[in-house]
């Protein structure tokens, strides 16, 4: 069987960014692969490790040419090979999903592992749009995954907890933090994924094309209050503390 895993290209969330206009300035901040998606290109990587009959993991990414470096970072934890779909649009998740499953049938795909939620896009609609092209089960939010035989099972969380699951092969699977704790590529790896394949397509092989229209965008920023609380007396301290949070900042009811 063969597994593709997605990646995404992101800033990191303890870095700086700056925010021009009305878009996020992404020059000379630190880009990393989405941490969802890294819990998927792991998780691909374990199940081979514990005995799964898997081929070949492919990573896939769709994006600017910066994407690259994600993908560079998938092959030296252990991928086989990457796929690089380099457009500068941003597509939309129903958009994406088109390219993904084009690939995946290409690809003689078994199973998908898509991030539970585009750090980009903020939006939970990938795996589902990509299940529904292909007529596949979709498995959400998964925390424990094993493959057995021709069918996958595991746990997911779900409203009240969490529950089991079993779906057969092929399916779409979406990860998250708790899933598994990924790893480091070591220099040996990272010098072996300078050797491995890394295929560069364009969008226009896949006719994709965005199907939300962005009319607007605004990035909201409010000034600091500059407020500095005298922490001598602890009670008077959490009083002003209070009084500040709810009729200054009003953030309190």
Do not use: C
Not at 92 to 100: C, E, F, G, H, N
């Amino acid at each position: 069987m063969n597994i593709l895993t997605l990646v995404r290209q992101v800033p990191d969330a303890e870095a700086r960014v700056k925010v021009s206009g009305s878009a996020v300035d992404l020059e000379g901040a630190t880009l990393v692969i989405d941490g969802m998606d890294e819990y998927g290109v792991e998780e691909a990587l374990r199940l081979r490790e514990g005995g799964a009959n898997i081929e070949t993991i492919t990573a896939l990414a769709i994006g600017p040419k910066r994407n690259e470096d994600a993908l560079r970072t998938a092959l030296a934890m252990g991928v086989d090979r990457a796929i690089h779909v380099e457009t500068d649009e941003k597509l939309d998740a129903v958009a994406l999903s088109r390219v993904v499953a084009q690939i995946a049938q290409a690809e003689n795909a078994t199973l998908i592992l898509v991030g539970g939620q585009e750090a980009d896009w903020d939006s939970q609609a990938l795996g589902a749009a990509t299940a529904e092209r292909l007529g596949w089960p979709q498995l959400t939010w998964t925390n424990e995954l094993k493959i057995e035989g021709e069918s996958i099972s595991g746990r997911h969380d779900v409203d009240d907890g969490n529950e089991s699951f079993s779906a057969p092969l092929p399916a779409v699977v979406t990860t998250q933090q708790g899933l598994n704790e990924p790893r480091y590529p070591t220099l040996p790896n990272i010098m072996k994924a300078k050797r491995k394949e890394l295929r560069k397509d364009t969008l226009d092989t896949y006719g994709a094309a965005n199907t939300v229209r962005v009319v607007n965008a605004e990035i909201q920023t409010r000034a600091r209050m500059n407020r500095v609380i005298d922490g001598k007396d602890p009670q008077a301290a959490a009083e002003q503390l209070l009084d500040l949070l709810r009729n200054e900042a009003k953030v309190l009811a």
